[in-house]
């Protein structure tokens, strides 16, 4: 990729389909031929009703009006003699007329003769013949199931699990992984449905405050409550191929701890959650705010991870559910809306986020597994047979080896105990926990051979010999399913077990003066850069009278995607945070000091709250943390007028919580003058507009804005009324020259000439306000008129000129600067079409200098509109900057 | 239950065809074949036309409209009373196709040089004898545009006047709003007409 942008290249342009053709202003233009110049003159007919007329004159030719508006349409042309609207008409009839000469020949085909008969067929061939009853369907289906996967062709799932895997640490589930015997063809206890509840472990299923039991239907079309922390097995019986005739296959998810979903149509559509799904093939799985996942057949991990974290379209906390999909041997695709699906290949793991690029990369379970396989299968001889013995250290087919060592010096540790636990089915399928523990070498080794290899282990402490020196650290679980027989002895190579490695986080909590400050809160903060969350580790200590405090307990590693850091609040001091460091990727050690400088608190007014409300909860940035943290939450007391009183640090920002978004605040002292602070300032250097305003009534709701987010504070009126003019009819052209209606969604401002701006509302997809209000505006006294699309696309016109008796003006709708995206750049990116891509744009120079915003690519339009002018440094999604010019009025084009 | 009725020789065809396609429906979910089967022919073009506009491929287009019925007939019982029947088959049936294009992996360079025996765009073409070259070069210049244009924009463009759907249709079939369809018809307008002026032009 060159990075070369080639900018308002007309020969490109004309291509597109958004280049400007201001010409055909009404929409109405022919399709082959070029309006006649002397129509246009007339253009736009000043009359309101001709205007109204011509916007509707589409759907008038395409017969997509009720009768009352047909016949409106035609008295203003025929009866009241309209010749300019007659002529328009007339071109949008010819348009239409020569669009479906052109399509004349297409082969609009019917199905084939058999088509009827093909489709009965199917559907009788679903058993639905007279007399069956679904659960002799039910039970025909599941017979070939089991018949289709006991058989040669595909893959039993007995067979699957001796295959062995060893699975990570699925996230979220810390507690022991269970290897469940097969069960499902058991019958036993079976009703009629799609999905069943298989065996449950430690965990409870629960479906309209009713608790299921393993064979119990789950009811479609219900949400579905995993509770406790133990395991949980959905079975699904889903018809992968459509044609009823089967093969209908039967799927398993395991749920681990608590988690939440809807059965539909037979499959699962994910809240929240962490689930193993092991698939014949054929599955979708829906995730709440991510579309549907098609998975082949393989094993996949699904962690569906609601979450506070910051928006970047809404520019503040938002909640979205994070996805994470990890397979180690299948192929999942992931689509939601229109977009083309994004697949996931064998031993890759993907994160997605709303409105970000997905992340790919290779799966630590794949990888782990890849790994074992070094330990061969003992084969078909028998050595790879269960072990007879109880203990695992005493048979020879499956092993795991490990190693302990100083995580401070990577010295072995020598005889510490490992305990390992694990559980096996007797001969009358009763499970029984069993549990093992030696010590370590002297190269601080250990090994537990003639593990069963259909049995999961846990590793569940590493104590170090006493008087060793060494500190004990609690060990997180580690569960190993299904270990591998190993003929070699070789077994399956863990990762060091790290001893010794809390270095306690020790620093000084000052004020910007320098000076120690005492009984300061000081916490520790694991980071998860993956799924963008916060947790407390290692509990809260104060500062003593010196301020020097010391955090213990922390955890003994952290993931590649994790960070530490240190978090320090004093109630007269606005919370600090310091950044941890980490010394190697298995363990943790914070590098050099953890001194933590708090910052001063000062009264601050908050503008824009609800007035309505005298209490409310709003977060409060702190610098360091992203915004999902939501450390700092303070209840404040409003004054009835949409307005607080709080104590904050200069520069912080802070949002309040709206349902499930949340929306960030403005400070008063940003305001100029105790006026309402807006940027639209900024928006009127994004582009200019074209409106056309024509006749109706006054709006009284006045919201203020910031940014592109609007912010209802107060109802005022600006005592104008009496020498405004009303607006009809607003067009708004959003693509840079094209005439469309203004989307419906789009705002309406007034600036008036003190700088003050009103909210006006929202149109409908006629142009009007979205609640059926007309709107009105004051003439004669300067001010302006702004439009937001509700992609960002922002017009303006100057109301100077616009008297109470001449109410229409029209000007021309260039957008500033627009960008514009090569759809193979995309498929290059992203493996899609175009879609929801954020592209970051830091300008360098221009009016915006030294800010940086986002765009979002998206939806029928594959514009990044609303750029101001400047040098942009852009980042794409897979991180490559490019460096663009954009000049008012040109479309530039990211290319190649 | 699911226990259907078959067309007996003593039933009235002609009363079917005079039920509305909720009545239709409603009867199926009383286990009536015969009602079903009524639905089928009565859908079954507009269902088949759908697939064949967004697969483009008769075998694709035909499995694809007859999953869409046997999805219908399998989901059956979650219809309900007072609901249209029309808007939710024509999701039904964009959902099938769309889950075909996933399964198929169309990109839009294949799409552009689809062969004719699978019914590409070479399937518009009128095979009868224009009558004038001028006016069939410029169909053929409207068809290749057309085929050249995204599926955002081709799609509710050729439902709308290839297969005559109404926006309400061409909205459930493709899940979008009947706004966005008027926007997305409007844009496919201008941009053909947009690059029809400079191929005549030239």
Same mark, same amino acid.
Request: with cysteine; proline share 5%; hydrophobic share 40%.
């Given at each position: 990729?060159?990075?070369?942008?080639?900018?308002?290249?007309?020969?490109?342009?004309?291509?597109? !389909?958004?280049?400007?053709?201001?010409?055909?202003?009404?929409?109405?233009?022919?399709?082959?031929?070029?309006?006649?110049?002397?129509?246009?003159?007339?253009?736009?007919?000043?009359?309101?009703?001709?205007?109204?007329?011509?916007?509707?004159?589409?759907?008038?030719?395409?017969?997509?009006?009720?009768?009352? /508006?047909?016949?409106?349409?035609?008295?203003?042309?025929?009866?009241?003699?309209?010749?300019?609207?007659?002529? =328009?008409?007339?071109?949008?009839?010819?348009?239409?007329?020569?669009?479906?000469?052109?399509?004349?020949?297409?082969?609009?085909?019917?199905?084939?003769?058999? #088509?009827?008969?093909?489709? /009965?067929?199917? &559907?009788?061939?679903?058993?639905?013949?007279?007399?069956?009853?679904?659960?002799?369907?039910?039970?025909?289906?599941?017979?070939?199931?089991?018949?289709?996967?006991?058989?040669?062709?595909?893959?039993?799932?007995?067979?699957?699990?001796?295959?062995?895997?060893?699975?990570?640490?699925?996230?979220?589930?810390?507690?022991?992984?269970?290897?469940?015997?097969?069960?499902?063809?058991?019958?036993?206890?079976?009703?009629?449905?799609?999905?069943?509840?298989?065996?449950?472990?430690?965990?409870?299923?629960?479906?309209?405050?009713?608790?299921?039991? !393993?064979?119990?239907?789950?009811?479609?079309?219900?949400?579905?409550?995993?509770?406790?922390?133990?395991?949980?097995?959905?079975?699904? =019986?889903?018809?992968?191929?459509?044609?009823?005739?089967?093969?209908?296959?039967?799927?398993?998810?395991?749920?681990?701890?608590?988690?939440?979903?809807?059965?539909?149509?037979?499959?699962?559509?994910?809240?929240?959650?962490?689930?193993?799904?092991?698939?014949?093939?054929?599955?979708?799985?829906?995730?709440?705010?991510?579309?549907?996942?098609?998975?082949?057949?393989?094993?996949?991990?699904?962690?569906?991870?609601? &979450?506070?974290?910051?928006?970047?379209?809404?520019?503040?906390?938002?909640?979205?559910?994070?996805?994470?999909?990890?397979?180690?041997?299948?192929?999942?695709?992931?689509?939601?809306?229109?977009?083309?699906?994004?697949?996931?290949? $064998? @031993?890759?793991?993907?994160?997605?986020?709303?409105?970000?690029?997905?992340?790919?990369?290779?799966?630590?379970?794949?990888?782990?597994?890849?790994?074992?396989?070094?330990?061969?299968?003992?084969?078909?001889?028998?050595?790879?047979?269960?072990?007879?013995?109880?203990?695992?250290?005493?048979?020879?087919? @499956?092993? #795991?080896?490990?190693?302990?060592?100083?995580?401070?010096?990577?010295?072995?540790?020598?005889?510490?105990?490992?305990?390992?636990?694990?559980?096996?089915?007797?001969?009358?399928?009763?499970?029984?926990?069993?549990?093992?523990?030696?010590?370590?070498?002297?190269?601080?080794?250990?090994?537990?051979?003639?593990?069963? &290899?259909?049995?999961?282990?846990?590793?569940?402490?590493?104590?170090?010999?006493?008087?060793?020196?060494?500190?004990?650290?609690?060990?997180?679980?580690?569960?190993?399913?299904?270990?591998?027989?190993?003929?070699?002895?070789?077994?399956?190579?863990?990762?060091?077990?790290?001893?010794?490695?809390?270095? !306690?986080?020790?620093?000084?909590?000052?004020?910007?003066?320098?000076?120690?400050?005492?009984?300061?809160?000081?916490?520790?903060?694991?980071?998860?850069?993956?799924?963008?969350?916060?947790?407390?580790?290692?509990?809260?200590?104060?500062?003593?009278?010196?301020?020097?405090?010391?955090?213990?307990?922390?955890?003994?590693?952290?993931?590649?995607?994790?960070?530490?850091?240190?978090?320090?609040?004093?109630?007269?001091?606005?919370?600090?945070?310091?950044?941890?460091?980490?010394?190697?990727?298995?363990?943790?050690?914070?590098?050099?000091?953890?001194?933590?400088?708090?910052?001063?608190?000062?009264?601050?007014?908050?503008?824009?709250?609800?007035?309505?409300?005298?209490?409310?909860?709003?977060?409060?940035?702190?610098?360091?943390?992203?915004?999902?943290?939501?450390?700092?939450?303070? $209840?404040?007391?409003?004054?009835?007028?949409?307005?607080?009183?709080?104590?904050?640090?200069?520069?912080?920002?802070?949002?309040?919580?709206?349902?499930?978004?949340?929306?960030?605040?403005? #400070?008063?002292?940003?305001?100029?003058?105790?006026?309402?602070?807006?940027? $639209?300032?900024?928006?009127?250097?994004?582009?200019?507009?074209?409106?056309?305003?024509?006749?109706?009534?006054?709006?009284?709701?006045?919201?203020?804005?910031?940014?592109?987010?609007?912010?209802?504070?107060?109802?005022?009126?600006?005592?104008?009324?009496?020498?405004?003019?009303?607006?009809?009819?607003?067009?708004?052209?959003?693509?840079?020259?094209?005439?469309?209606?203004?989307?419906?969604?789009?705002?309406?401002?007034?600036?008036?000439?003190?700088?003050?701006?009103?909210?006006?509302?929202?149109?409908?997809?006629?142009?009007?306000?979205?609640?059926?209000?007309?709107?009105?505006?004051?003439?004669?006294?300067?001010?302006?008129?702004?439009?937001?699309?509700?992609?960002?696309? &922002?017009?303006?016109?100057?109301?100077?000129?616009?008297? =109470?008796?001449?109410?229409?003006?029209?000007?021309?709708?260039?957008?500033?600067?627009?960008?514009?995206?090569?759809?193979?750049?995309?498929?290059?990116?992203?493996?899609?079409?175009?879609?929801?891509?954020?592209?970051?744009?830091?300008?360098?120079?221009?009016?915006?200098?030294?800010?940086?915003?986002?765009?979002?690519?998206?939806?029928?339009?594959?514009?990044?509109?609303?750029?101001?002018?400047?040098?942009?440094?852009?980042?794409?999604?897979?991180?490559?900057?490019?460096?663009?010019?954009?000049?008012?009025?040109?479309?530039?084009? /990211?290319?190649? | 239950?699911?226990?259907? *009725?078959?067309?007996?020789?003593?039933?009235?065809?002609?009363?079917?065809?005079?039920?509305?396609?909720?009545?239709?429906?409603?009867?199926?979910?009383?286990?009536?074949?015969?009602?079903?089967?009524?639905?089928?022919?009565?859908?079954?073009?507009?269902?088949?036309?759908?697939?064949?506009?967004?697969?483009?491929? *008769?075998?694709?287009?035909?499995?694809?409209?007859?999953?869409?019925?046997?999805?219908?007939? *399998?989901?059956?019982?979650?219809?309900? *009373?007072? %609901? +249209?029947?029309?808007?939710?088959?024509?999701?039904?049936?964009?959902?099938?196709? %769309?889950?075909?294009?996933?399964?198929?992996?169309?990109?839009?360079? +294949?799409?552009?040089?689809?062969?004719?025996?699978?019914?590409?765009?070479?399937?518009?073409?009128?095979? %009868?004898?224009?009558?004038?070259?001028?006016?069939?070069?410029?169909?053929?210049?409207?068809?290749?545009?057309?085929?050249?244009? +995204?599926?955002?924009?081709?799609?509710?463009?050729?439902?709308?006047?290839?297969?005559?759907?109404?926006?309400?249709?061409?909205?459930? +079939?493709?899940?979008?709003?009947?706004?966005?369809?008027?926007?997305?018809?409007?844009?496919?307008?201008?941009?053909?007409?947009? %690059?029809?002026?400079?191929?005549?032009?030239?």
């Amino acid at each position: 990729m060159s990075g070369a942008w080639d900018r308002n290249d007309r020969d490109e342009r004309a291509d597109e !389909p958004f280049v400007d053709r201001r010409a055909d202003v009404d929409g109405d233009a022919g399709l082959f031929q070029p309006p006649d110049p002397r129509d246009l003159e007339r253009d736009p007919p000043a009359d309101p009703e001709c205007r109204r007329v011509r916007g509707m004159l589409r759907d008038y030719v395409d017969d997509e009006l009720p009768g009352g /508006l047909r016949t409106e349409i035609e008295a203003h042309v025929h009866d009241d003699g309209c010749r300019a609207c007659r002529l =328009a008409l007339g071109r949008a009839e010819l348009e239409v007329v020569r669009l479906r000469d052109a399509l004349s020949g297409a082969n609009v085909a019917e199905p084939g003769p058999d #088509f009827t008969s093909g489709v /009965l067929a199917r &559907v009788t061939g679903m058993a639905l013949s007279a007399g069956e009853t679904p659960r002799d369907l039910t039970d025909r289906v599941m017979d070939r199931v089991r018949l289709e996967w006991r058989g040669g062709g595909q893959r039993s799932w007995s067979v699957a699990r001796r295959r062995g895997v060893v699975a990570g640490v699925i996230a979220g589930a810390a507690a022991l992984a269970i290897v469940w015997m097969s069960l499902w063809g058991s019958g036993a206890g079976r009703t009629d449905g799609r999905v069943r509840v298989g065996p449950l472990d430690g965990s409870r299923v629960v479906v309209a405050g009713r608790e299921l039991r !393993p064979g119990d239907a789950v009811p479609d079309g219900q949400a579905l409550e995993v509770l406790g922390d133990g395991v949980a097995e959905l079975l699904l =019986a889903v018809g992968a191929t459509n044609d009823g005739a089967g093969p209908f296959r039967e799927h398993v998810a395991r749920v681990f701890g608590s988690a939440s979903a809807v059965v539909e149509g037979g499959s699962l559509r994910v809240g929240s959650g962490s689930f193993e799904i092991l698939t014949a093939g054929g599955l979708e799985v829906g995730v709440s705010g991510h579309g549907d996942v098609a998975l082949d057949r393989g094993r996949y991990w699904l962690d569906a991870l609601p &979450v506070r974290r910051f928006d970047r379209e809404l520019g503040g906390l938002g909640e979205a559910t994070l996805l994470r999909l990890e397979t180690e041997d299948g192929s999942a695709s992931l689509v939601a809306g229109e977009r083309e699906p994004l697949v996931i290949g $064998i @031993g890759r793991v993907a994160r997605f986020e709303p409105g970000a690029a997905p992340q790919v990369g290779a799966s630590p379970i794949a990888l782990l597994r890849a790994r074992s396989r070094t330990n061969e299968l003992a084969g078909a001889d028998g050595s790879g047979q269960r072990t007879s013995g109880r203990s695992p250290s005493a048979g020879a087919s @499956g092993s #795991f080896v490990g190693r302990v060592l100083r995580g401070s010096s990577d010295v072995p540790v020598v005889g510490a105990t490992v305990q390992v636990r694990w559980f096996e089915r007797d001969a009358g399928g009763v499970l029984s926990e069993q549990s093992d523990k030696l010590e370590t070498d002297d190269q601080g080794r250990f090994r537990f051979g003639g593990a069963d &290899v259909l049995a999961s282990f846990a590793l569940v402490s590493v104590e170090p010999p006493a008087g060793a020196g060494v500190a004990a650290l609690p060990t997180t679980p580690v569960s190993l399913v299904e270990v591998y027989g190993s003929a070699t002895g070789g077994g399956l190579e863990l990762r060091p077990i790290l001893l010794d490695v809390d270095h !306690p986080v020790e620093g000084v909590v000052r004020t910007p003066d320098g000076a120690a400050l005492a009984r300061a809160e000081v916490q520790a903060l694991l980071v998860d850069e993956l799924f963008g969350v916060v947790e407390p580790v290692g509990g809260t200590v104060w500062t003593g009278t010196d301020g020097r405090y010391r955090v213990e307990g922390l955890p003994d590693r952290l993931d590649a995607h994790q960070r530490l850091v240190v978090l320090a609040a004093h109630d007269d001091w606005a919370p600090g945070v310091r950044l941890g460091a980490i010394g190697r990727a298995d363990a943790l050690t914070i590098a050099g000091s953890a001194d933590v400088v708090v910052r001063g608190l000062e009264p601050r007014t908050l503008v824009g709250l609800e007035a309505d409300r005298t209490r409310l909860p709003v977060f409060f940035e702190i610098p360091g943390l992203p915004p999902s943290a939501l450390v700092d939450r303070r $209840i404040v007391q409003t004054d009835g007028a949409g307005r607080a009183t709080v104590r904050a640090a200069a520069g912080v920002r802070a949002w309040v919580a709206e349902g499930a978004r949340a929306r960030q605040l403005a #400070f008063a002292p940003e305001a100029p003058d105790g006026a309402v602070w807006s940027p $639209i300032d900024e928006w009127a250097e994004v582009g200019r507009g074209s409106l056309e305003l024509g006749h109706r009534a006054v709006p009284r709701t006045v919201r203020w804005t910031r940014g592109h987010r609007f912010e209802r504070i107060a109802l005022a009126g600006t005592g104008d009324e009496d020498a405004s003019s009303p607006i009809d009819v607003v067009l708004l052209a959003g693509d840079g020259g094209t005439s469309l209606p203004a989307p419906p969604g789009t705002h309406l401002f007034l600036r008036d000439a003190r700088g003050a701006v009103r909210y006006l509302g929202a149109l409908d997809a006629l142009g009007r306000l979205a609640d059926g209000r007309a709107v009105r505006v004051p003439v004669g006294q300067g001010g302006e008129l702004v439009a937001v699309s509700p992609e960002g696309a &922002v017009g303006s016109v100057d109301l100077a000129g616009v008297d =109470a008796a001449s109410a229409s003006v029209r000007v021309d709708l260039v957008a500033a600067g627009a960008a514009r995206v090569d759809e193979p750049l995309y498929e290059g990116l992203r493996g899609g079409a175009v879609g929801d891509v954020v592209l970051e744009f830091r300008c360098t120079d221009g009016p915006m200098a030294g800010r940086s915003f986002w765009r979002c690519v998206g939806g029928p339009s594959d514009l990044v509109e609303s750029i101001p002018a400047g040098v942009y440094d852009v980042t794409l999604p897979d991180g490559e900057r490019l460096s663009v010019t954009v000049e008012p009025g040109a479309i530039v084009r /990211l290319g190649r | 239950l699911c226990v259907l *009725r078959l067309r007996s020789l003593g039933d009235d065809p002609g009363a079917m065809t005079t039920r509305s396609d909720e009545e239709l429906m409603e009867l199926v979910q009383g286990g009536d074949i015969a009602a079903f089967e009524d639905l089928v022919d009565r859908f079954k073009s507009v269902v088949y036309s759908l697939a064949m506009s967004m697969l483009r491929s *008769r075998e694709d287009a035909e499995e694809a409209a007859q999953d869409t019925f046997v999805k219908l007939f *399998r989901a059956r019982d979650q219809f309900e *009373r007072g %609901r +249209s029947l029309e808007p939710w088959l024509l999701r039904i049936a964009g959902n099938t196709c %769309r889950d075909a294009l996933r399964r198929r992996k169309v990109d839009r360079a +294949s799409v552009a040089s689809l062969d004719p025996e699978n019914g590409g765009m070479e399937q518009l073409v009128d095979q %009868r004898e224009a009558d004038e070259s001028g006016k069939r070069a410029t169909r053929d210049c409207v068809r290749r545009e057309l085929e050249s244009l +995204s599926d955002s924009f081709r799609l509710p463009l050729v439902l709308k006047y290839v297969n005559g759907f109404t926006n309400r249709q061409i909205a459930d +079939s493709l899940g979008i709003s009947v706004s966005n369809v008027k926007v997305r018809v409007a844009r496919a307008k201008d941009v053909l007409q947009s %690059r029809l002026e400079r191929v005549l032009e030239s």
